[in-house]
């Protein structure tokens, strides 16, 4: 079975731009969660998709948003960049709702703002 | 709230040296636990996890015991080699909520 697959794998924007980070999930999994890596904040739960609904957020300003399709596939924005936003943004996703099923994590999406 | 504290790294070892990390937890309900390991430029792997009390996870060596009583999930190997060189993170799940992260440990082992 195929892992969790994230695009782009690298990317660069400028300050005040936007951006989109994809993630598909392992085949049958329903549940898509997002988290950001940086060296100072450690790793941080951004949200959660199960079946196109968020089901559960952090603490983070509403500039990122996320959404999930019909096929679990779903999608990070984060709009009007900031220099701290950069980060490796990593997306795990489980079969089912979170408890004890396990997140299998993607390579992740690292994103440089300049 | 819900907390994970790992020891400060980093790590170093000699092959075949024996490994422990320490990962204690806060948590007001029966959390899953869990360790991931990530190598150099790469996402996160699951290493092991055990989902109650008394449980062991085990996997390529490495083994860590859910202990309750200690609030406890200390990552153990007997022989370390140099390809286990990476950043070892602990992590609880409370029930419907979301993973939390420890800081990380970065383990080196040297030949």
């Known amino acids: 079975k195929a892992g969790v697959t994230q695009t782009p794998r690298y990317l660069i924007k400028t300050r005040g731009q936007q951006v989109t980070l994809s993630c598909s999930p392992i085949s049958g999994h329903r549940s898509v969660s997002w988290y950001q890596q940086t060296p100072g904040q450690g790793l941080q739960f951004l949200f959660e998709?199960?079946?196109?609904?968020?089901?559960n957020k952090g603490n983070f300003p509403g500039r990122f948003s996320g959404r999930q399709f019909s096929n679990s596939r779903s999608e990070m924005n984060v709009s009007t960049l900031e220099l701290g936003d950069s980060a490796l943004y990593l997306c795990a996703s489980s079969p089912g709702a979170s408890g004890t099923d396990t997140q299998y994590f993607g390579p992740g999406t690292r994103l440089t703002v300049l | 709230g819900d907390s994970v504290t790992q020891m400060e790294g980093p790590v170093t070892l000699s092959e075949e040296a024996f490994l422990t990390i320490n990962c204690t937890y806060t948590?007001?309900?029966?959390?899953?636990l869990f360790w991931y390991v990530q190598y150099p430029g790469e996402g996160l792997q699951l290493l092991l996890k055990?989902?109650?009390?008394?449980d062991k996870g085990s996997n390529k060596g490495f083994e860590a015991t859910y202990r309750k009583e200690t609030t406890s999930f200390h990552l153990e190997k007997g022989s370390v080699q140099v390809s286990d060189s990476a950043v070892y993170f602990c992590?609880?799940?409370?029930?419907?909520?979301?993973?939390?992260f420890g800081t990380g440990t970065r383990l080196q082992v040297f030949p």
């Open positions: 055990a989902t109650k009390a008394d």
């Open positions: 992590a609880l799940f409370p029930p419907l909520d979301k993973l939390i």
């Open positions: 998709y199960f079946s196109e609904t968020q089901r």
């Open positions: 948590a007001t309900g029966y959390p899953s």
